[in-house]
């Protein structure tokens, strides 16, 4: 019987895969599958183009052993595997379990070793087998049976390979393949070769004598530096072709006779697809046996389509009828003088509005102001018709934008998992509606299939959210908070120019000065921003030792140059350096160039990209300017207020995430230490190292510090050694004696991993998730992340979620109480005002009222308020 087999190489597809689609994908659990997506694109392109009679696949299980034991050195410099491809071949191996794809993994073996096996069992059976892999060692097994499929480029591009096309392409016999892969070794794999010897070289001495053994016998007839290579090296030579050589008698159980492709269950395919949210890939696995997934009914029929009058009409009408109407912007991939601005769909219950430029602005402008709406980026669109920037028109005042009444897919995706970093259409009707967006010939077209998606998902959403348990965290934290970012971003913030030029000046002469004193030091000049030049000067030139290695060789990171600098000057000059040339760079240079035409500086808070609930901020990133260094305070000193006659102003919560622990932990003595209006440091200190608060040094209550702050973030013995350059034992009993002293603590935390564990998940006091995929991590350095992770997020994230509940609140009463100062910037714990000077008084006092009482906790919410002539003077 006539039978082909395709045997899989999992672990090279797999990698291929996760670097090949780089798009960020996640299912509901914030599991990552972007190189699942990838692997099942991969197969179901062989799996068209092939049809074999049967799949197996193979993936490698625990340390080569048998090779590392007679070459200790084999594939030691491969760097660890990346956590977000290793938490997904669990997912894989679960998806071709519901395809009936046999798995096999040999303990101590590597997946070349099966394929080269279920070959020769082929072969003996008189099948025919095709082995799907990326590595060039399979290229041996080649034969009239057996023949090797490899990816040419990305993940779909496929080229099959007999012996002939190895002969074409390496002009060596697929029986001389290991000769030739000893004596030129593999880089990759870490097999040493005949040092001299490539892969050219390789294939004229086997064309020569036809194997290695035969090169060995006419070595007389070979001169100079090659035979003396080969002479040297001959043991390594054997032992590289040892190592390279794939094993082909394996013990392991599969019936390849009975084997079968396709032999699934359409209901056992869609469970498992269905629990990742791959729904096009679930498509293309189910047309292998023609059947069409029995998905949620998915209705894109286009409502028909007015312009013009009518369509004006449209949406006076659905905003009276407090119908919710999809909006969706389409802008011209060329912008030109011809162009009439973007397209607009506006999506109704009786008709699909269709408008451009000024008209659907216009209609836009309405639909905020008197209608319900639902789009994937409410701020953005917002931004259309209200500006972020003060000196262009807005068709929308600032309490108009904060009364809007529209649905933001992009923020619900992210509260239903704020592990994935795009939220787009495509994505959203992928993982929520389960299936895709069809393709548009027009930008009308494109806009009016993106307006009705939205409503559809709107619907969808909500269902999602509060079924998930987290709707009140998007309802009622973070949708409101989209009108506040867009009224804070209109507002922007000043900075003083000639103060930043300044600074520049002289920021540009301390560099050119430590350059100069780097390269004296170095006795030679080398481009201080190249980690491979600085490297070769710290590491061979002055011949300090290295500390750790990455894939591009030796690190020198600020960890690497902050040990260094204890023995020799160079590395804290380099450290002053990258300060000096990061913050001229990203700030002093950057800033003046990034005024609007308002003269502002302005901005954009993003709610959609971090994983804790916390905001970001971009273009410029006002959150990253270093304040623990005075030149990154003087960059803060050139932050000012937006109008002559104010005063920058801020408000600042204290130690919020420890009072959190506190609360969420009600250890009953951090409770009261709170209480009690003592410094919390001292507190502890004296409590963890058993003296009177009045004995309790600075330097305890340094130490006490970093314990109370690293416990938060889930710190342990080493983490704490390293910041308090203490031994670890010393740290492991300040560690122990914490716990001892806050025993509900100790409590809490193992409740809250514990708990996570089994959820899979973290929450924060309103409800906010944070899913973990690594707490599932076999790797025990990964899932300690995660256990910290899980520790972290109800502290972190509900202080995130306490600062949005406090701008929301903040913004109102600034509007309804009539103050004419503004909330321009938030950094974490930290709002900040341009105020005028006789209102200072007033708007301290509501901040305060405001911030601290918008969460009623066991201990007291405390915020500090400040005010000065700059930034750096407002602290």
């Given at each position: ?32 599958t ?13 799996i ?5 009679d049967?799949v ?8 080569p ?6 070459l200790?050195?084999y ?7 990346d ?13 071709l ?7 096999v ?5 590597e997946g070349?070793?099966?394929?080269g ?5 082929d072969e ?5 087998t ?17 023949r ?21 392409r390496?002009?060596v ?14 880089s ?5 070769g005949?040092p001299?010897?490539?892969?050219k ?15 060995y016998?006419?070595?007389d ?8 290579n080969?002479?040297?090296n ?23 006779e ?16 269905g ?10 696995v ?11 009914e ?7 389509e007015?312009?013009?009058d009518?369509g ?40 699909t ?8 602005l ?6 905020v102001?008197?209608g ?5 980026d ?8 209200y ?40 994505s ?5 509606a389960?299936?895709?967006?069809p ?5 009308a ?14 619907s969808?959403m909500?269902?999602?959210l ?29 900075i003083?120019?000639p ?8 920021a ?19 481009n ?9 000067i710290?590491?061979e030139v002055l011949?300090?030792?290295a500390?750790?290695?990455?894939q ?11 040990e ?8 804290a000059?380099?450290l002053?350096y ?7 760079t990203?700030?002093i ?8 035409l ?5 901005t ?16 410029p990133?006002l ?18 207020p937006?109008?002559?006659?104010e ?12 009072r959190l622990?506190a ?22 200190a004296?409590r ?11 330097q305890?209550r340094?130490r ?9 973030y ?30 509900g ?15 899979g ?15 599932r ?35 109102r ?16 714990d ?27 906790l ?10 000065g002539?700059t ?5």
């Amino acid at each position: 019987m006539s039978k082909k087999i395709a045997v899989i190489d999992g672990n090279s597809l797999m990698h291929r895969a996760y670097h090949a689609v780089q798009t960020p994908m996640t299912a509901q659990d914030g599991t990552p599958t972007n190189a699942v997506f990838g692997f099942l694109s991969m197969f179901c392109k062989f799996i068209e183009i092939a049809a074999p009679d049967a799949v197996v696949c193979a993936f490698d299980a625990g340390k080569p052993v048998h090779r590392i034991e007679a070459l200790q050195q084999y594939k030691a410099q491969r760097p660890p595997m990346d956590n977000e491809l290793r938490v997904q071949f669990p997912v894989i191996e679960e998806l071709l379990a519901a395809m009936a794809v046999p798995v096999v993994k040999v303990p101590g073996w590597e997946g070349d070793d099966i394929l080269g096996t279920i070959a020769a069992r082929d072969e003996a059976l008189g099948f025919e087998t095709l082995l799907v892999t990326g590595d060039k060692d399979a290229y041996q097994l080649a034969s009239d049976l057996t023949r090797i499929v490899t990816t040419k480029k990305g993940i779909t591009d496929i080229t099959v390979n007999g012996p002939a096309e190895v002969v074409e392409r390496y002009g060596v016999t697929p029986e001389q393949f290991i000769d030739f892969l000893g004596l030129m070794g593999d880089s990759s794999d870490n097999i040493p070769g005949v040092p001299g010897i490539g892969p050219k070289t390789a294939t004229k001495l086997l064309q020569a004598y036809g194997s290695m053994e035969g090169i060995y016998e006419h070595i007389d007839e070979l001169k100079g530096k090659q035979r003396e290579n080969l002479e040297n090296n001959r043991d390594m030579a054997f032992l590289s072709r040892e190592i390279a050589t794939i094993v082909r008698d394996l013990d392991f159980p599969v019936d390849l006779e009975s084997a079968a492709f396709p032999a699934f269950d359409a209901a056992d395919v869609e469970e498992a697809f269905g629990k990742y949210q791959l729904a096009s890939p679930l498509a293309r696995v189910l047309s292998l046996i023609n059947v069409e997934p029995a998905s949620r009914e998915v209705d894109l029929t286009l409502a028909d389509e007015v312009r013009g009058d009518a369509g004006a009409a449209e949406v006076t009408r659905a905003c009276a009828a407090g119908e919710t109407i999809g909006v969706a912007f389409v802008d011209p991939e060329q912008v030109s003088l011809f162009n009439e601005g973007a397209t607009a769909a506006f999506v109704t219950d009786q008709a699909t509005v269709i408008a451009e430029g000024d008209e659907a602005l216009d209609l836009f402008a309405a639909i905020v102001r008197d209608g319900i709406f639902c789009a994937l980026d409410v701020k953005a669109d917002l931004h259309r018709v209200y500006p972020a920037d003060t000196a262009e028109p807005a068709r929308l005042s600032d309490a108009e934008v904060l009364a809007s009444r529209g649905f933001d897919l992009g923020v619900a995706g992210y509260v239903l998992n704020s592990s994935t970093s795009s939220y787009t259409y495509d994505s959203l009707m992928e993982t929520i509606a389960g299936a895709t967006l069809p393709t548009a010939e027009s930008d009308a077209e494109r806009a009016a299939l993106r307006a009705t998606a939205a409503r559809l998902l709107r619907s969808l959403m909500e269902e999602a959210l509060r079924k998930d348990g987290t709707w009140d965290a998007y309802a009622d934290i973070d949708l409101p908070l989209v009108g506040v970012l867009a009224c804070m971003e209109r507002v922007g913030a000043a900075i003083d120019v000639p103060l930043l030029e300044e600074l520049g000046a002289k920021a540009q002469a301390e560099v050119d000065e430590l350059t100069a004193q780097i390269h004296e030091l170095a006795g030679e000049p080398f481009n201080l921003s190249s980690p491979k030049q600085l490297a070769h000067i710290l590491f061979e030139v002055l011949q300090l030792p290295a500390k750790k290695k990455n894939q591009r060789g030796y690190s020198t990171d600020a960890k690497v140059l902050t040990e260094l600098s204890a023995i020799h000057p160079l590395p804290a000059l380099i450290l002053r350096y990258r300060e000096f040339s990061k913050i001229k760079t990203t700030y002093i240079d950057a800033l003046p160039r990034m005024r609007a035409l308002d003269g502002r500086v302005h901005t954009q808070f993003n709610e959609t990209v971090t994983t804790t609930g916390r905001l970001s901020s971009s273009d410029p990133n006002l959150q990253n300017i270093p304040v623990r260094t005075d030149f990154g305070r003087q960059i803060r000193s050139c932050f000012v207020p937006l109008r002559e006659g104010e005063l920058f102003l801020s408000a600042d919560y204290s130690q919020i995430e420890l009072r959190l622990l506190a609360h969420l932990s009600a250890d009953e003595h951090l409770v009261a230490a709170f209480n009690s209006g003592a410094d919390l440091h001292t507190s502890t200190a004296a409590r963890v190292f058993g003296v009177a608060p009045e004995e309790v040094t600075s330097q305890l209550r340094s130490r006490a510090k970093a314990v109370n702050f690293g416990i938060v973030y889930g710190q342990q013995a080493y983490g704490l050694s390293q910041t308090l350059e203490i031994p670890m034992a010393e740290a492991k009993e300040m560690i122990d004696r914490y716990f001892e002293v806050y025993p509900g603590v100790r409590s809490y935390l193992d409740n809250t991993v514990a708990e996570a564990k089994e959820r899979g998940f973290a929450t924060t006091m309103f409800g906010r998730k944070r899913h973990i995929p690594e707490l599932r991590s076999s790797n025990g350095q990964q899932r300690g992340f995660g256990e910290r992770t899980a520790m972290n997020h109800p502290m972190q994230g509900t202080a995130a979620d306490i600062i949005k509940m406090a701008m929301n609140e903040v913004q109102r009463r600034l509007l309804a109480e009539g103050f004419r100062a503004q909330l321009m910037i938030q950094v974490h714990d930290e709002l900040d005002f341009s105020v005028p000077i006789d209102e200072v008084e007033r708007l301290s006092a509501m901040v305060r009222e405001v911030m601290e009482n918008v969460a009623q906790l066991r201990v007291p919410l405390l915020v500090d308020v400040s005010w000065g002539p700059t930034w750096a003077e407002a602290h």
